[in-house]
Structures are given as C-alpha cells and as structure tokens.
C-alpha cells in the first residue's frame, strides 16, 4: 500500500487538488491544512505549514524538485532515511484525507505519536537487503547511529534495594558520544514507573540545554528496551493511572523539543545506558557528562568496552 501511494506521488498521479483539476475534474479550494491557494502533491507533503512542522524545517526540499528529493533519499545507503521519509508522507497524507472527508483537524503532539507507532511496527520486521539483493529479515539486537540530522538518546532504569536510578547517553549519526546524564528516581521500586520516569528525565534534560552545535536540529530518538512504555507514548488511548500520567508529561516535553520518535529496543541495543544506570549511586544530585572519558571512568574498565565497541568515544 505505501510503495503504490510512493508511486503515485512520483508519477504525480496522487489525487490532489491541482492534479485533479488538470485531469478535467472541477474540485475547488486550495491546500485543506494552511492557507495556500494550491494544493500539490510537493505542497502538502513537503511544503505546507503543517508538513514543515512535521519535517521540523522550513526548506525540506533544499532546493530540489520533488522527484529528485525522493530519489536521493531513497538511494542513500541510510534505509531509515528512506523509512522515515514514507512515514512522514503517509501521515501527511492521512492528516490531508481526514481533513477533506472526515472534517477532523490533527494536532501535531497526534502526528507525531502515530510517526512513532509505524516506525515501531516497522522495525519490528527491518528488512536488510543481502549481497543477492534478497530481502532478509534480522533482529535489532545491535545499537545503529540515527540518520543524519538527528542524535539518539538511550535511555533505561535501574532497580536497587535502596530505590532506582537512571542513565541516558546521547549520541550523534557518528555514533560518538555528545552527552550523558544519570541520577535517582524519586519512586517506588516499581520497574514500569522507573523507566517512564526516567524517559522523563532524559527529556528535560534534552530540553533544558541550550541551542549549540550539538542541539540545533532538535531531531531525536529516544530508545527504551521497555516496550510498555514505547507502546503506550506511541498510543492513542487515554490512560489514567500514574504511568499513563508520567506518559502523559513525556509526550508534552517531547512536543516542546521538536521531533522526538520514541522507539522499543531490545537490552543488547541499550546496553550502554543500563550499565550508567546500574553504575549510578544514591547521591540525589544529578550528574552530566559532556566527555565519554568521565562516564568512562564513572562506570569502570569493565563497562569501557562497551563504550568501545559502541564508538562513543571521542
């Protein structure tokens, strides 16, 4: 179904308003999400106000037509760019249609969640492709750098007897360290509350920093190797308990930050930030590194080699 709605886009055959009005069809109005006189295909999947909110930039096309822009990005050697880039247009799209048919207007914080929710389903099968070309399926179990323009944050909880802590460490396209933060939850040894909580805490820690060269693009991914959490920040439905309330609170922080995906890893592709936590003692103050040597030396030689293996190390 995407690859067909992809197609269309490209042979400019998707039933927007200045491709049906070229076709003889009469459909007055313009773009149905902004103010535009003009409603095509380029406009209100890479033009349009809401779209350059959704993209997170005001020049998506950077110059190109809207051929060439989807052409370049589907060659590059970076599949989640591809991936990515499909999800933003099908939720466009989606977002267009309910518009035109159903008179519902989204909010941005909505588009956002179900960004979330298809790039989890689809990473629940990533596909590969082998030498032969042969599409394969493999499992996530290894940490991947995110695309270019966005840093990941991994983030996980630790349960000890006299509480629980947390750590998250932030990273570039590189895959080299740009930050780390780590501290204590004020909660009970509950392990689902720890982790939202300290998603939480990674994101006001993520907000709170100043605009500078690491944190211009405010575009990240936010992983967790507790899949409740990812589920229920990706979801739509209301919930009500303590959880669903830190939930709530989460998606509010990451709306104020720009584009955050929160995604579900499994423990092998967090191992880094599990260890932090678990190195994390019971001072209440948190601690910020902005040199992989410190958490380096915070955590011990023995959580170095994952930090080695993992290419964090400037």
Known sequence: MVKTFLWRCMR??????????????SFGGGCPLCSSQYETISHILCECTVARQLWCCDDVLHGLSFVDFVESTLRDTDVELGVLMAV???????????????????????????MGSLLSAWQEA???????????????????????????????????????????????????FVAALSGQ?????????AEALAVKEALSWIKSRPKRRFFKERRFYMESDCLNFCSSFNSV????????????QCRSIACDIGNVLVRHVNRSANQVAHMLARATGSSFVLRVWESARLVVFRIGFNIWYSFVCQKIIV
Not at 12 to 25: C, N, Q, W
Not at 237 to 248: A, C, E, H, P, W
Request: net charge positive; hydrophobic share 40%.
């Open 237 to 248: 439905r209301q919930d009500f308990s303590i959880v669903g309330l830190v939930t709530k």
């Open 12 to 25: 400019h055959i998707l039933p927007v308003r200045e491709v049906l009005k070229s076709k003889g069809v």
């Open 126 to 176: 990533w596909p590969t492709i082998s030498s032969t070309g042969q599409a394969q399926l493999v499992r996530n179990n290894d940490w991947k750098p995110p695309p270019l323009g966005f840093l990941k944050c991994n983030v996980d909880a630790a349960i000890h007897s006299a509480g629980a802590t947390f750590g998250a460490v932030l990273r570039n396209h590189e895959g080299l």
């Open 185 to 193: 939850l004020h909660c009970s040894q509950d392990p689902y509350l």
């Open 88 to 114: 933003k247009f099908w939720v466009l799209w989606k977002v267009r249609n309910d518009a035109v048919w159903n008179s519902k207007q989204w909010q941005l914080a909505d588009m956002r969640r179900y």
